[in-house]
């Protein structure tokens, strides 16, 4: 069970919009930045998103993160079907003193 | 350009013992908080320990207290993590990544390629 909680799948037409949410608690999102991950089997992850809601290098505008609260979100628009990965929010934990990752998101662009 | 290899994996039987290497280059190492990350076969990421830049504070998840160490050499561009009473469930792919900033909340920029680490007899 992770610290984080992830919807374990989304899907949505190629073109459209997907949200993809982050839910923690006041000693992890609540009180530190959130990152975003894209994560294709076998290949190392990447950032795509910062500080809650900054792109990473080279991360085209597709790609957009928020927070409120507690909780986080990705937004990816304009799906495309390369986009079809594992996606994982990650913050620190305050009280755990470690990094938590969320459970990990897999979308399927149809 | 940085770069992250890692290296050190392997097959090994339960509560035996492995040392991974990360080695860096491309950055000023002793820059940047550098951590390990695993996941298991068929699991999600899992965050195991960091260190800071100064070789001094360390963290753990609960499940590696005790039994996992890390370490860094700054003169070698160098990041360690040494494992004991390894366990069938240690086994995963282990990642080394760089943190983009100390206090941006596990932002990493720059992940290795992974070891493979496998537990069993």
């Known amino acids: 069970q992770s610290v984080l909680t992830q919807p374990p799948s989304v899907s949505a037409a190629s073109g459209q919009k997907v949200t993809i949410s982050c839910s923690g608690s006041?000693?992890?999102?609540?009180?530190?930045?959130v990152s975003w991950y894209q994560h294709f089997p076998g290949t190392a992850p990447k950032l795509l998103i910062y500080d809650n809601n900054e792109r990473s290098s080279g991360i085209p505008d597709r790609f957009s993160g928020s927070k409120s609260g507690t909780s986080a979100t990705l937004d990816i628009t304009g799906l495309q079907t390369g986009d079809e990965a594992d996606y994982y929010c990650?913050?620190?934990?305050?009280?755990?003193?470690?990094?938590?990752f969320g459970g990990g998101t897999k979308l399927t662009v149809l | 350009e940085v770069h992250l290899v890692e290296s050190g994996g392997g097959l090994v039987q339960p509560g035996g013992s492995l040392r991974l290497s990360c080695a860096a280059s491309g950055f000023i190492f002793s820059n940047h908080l550098m951590s390990w990350v695993r996941q298991a076969p068929g699991k999600g990421l899992e965050w195991v320990a960091n260190?800071?830049?100064?070789?001094?504070?360390?963290h753990y998840v609960d499940s590696a207290k005790g039994r996992f160490t890390i370490s860094r050499d700054n003169a070698k561009n160098s990041l360690y993590l040494q494992m004991f009473n390894l366990r069938v469930e240690d086994t995963a792919v282990y990642y080394c990544?760089?943190?983009?900033?100390?206090?941006?909340?596990?932002?990493?920029?720059?992940w290795g390629q992974g070891t493979v680490v496998t537990v069993s007899s």
């Open positions: 990650g913050t620190w934990d305050t009280s755990l003193r470690t990094g938590v």
């Open positions: 260190m800071k830049q100064g070789e001094s504070e360390k």
């Open positions: 990544a760089r943190e983009l900033y100390d206090g941006s909340g596990m932002a990493y920029d720059y």
């Open positions: 006041s000693s992890n999102i609540g009180n530190h930045y």
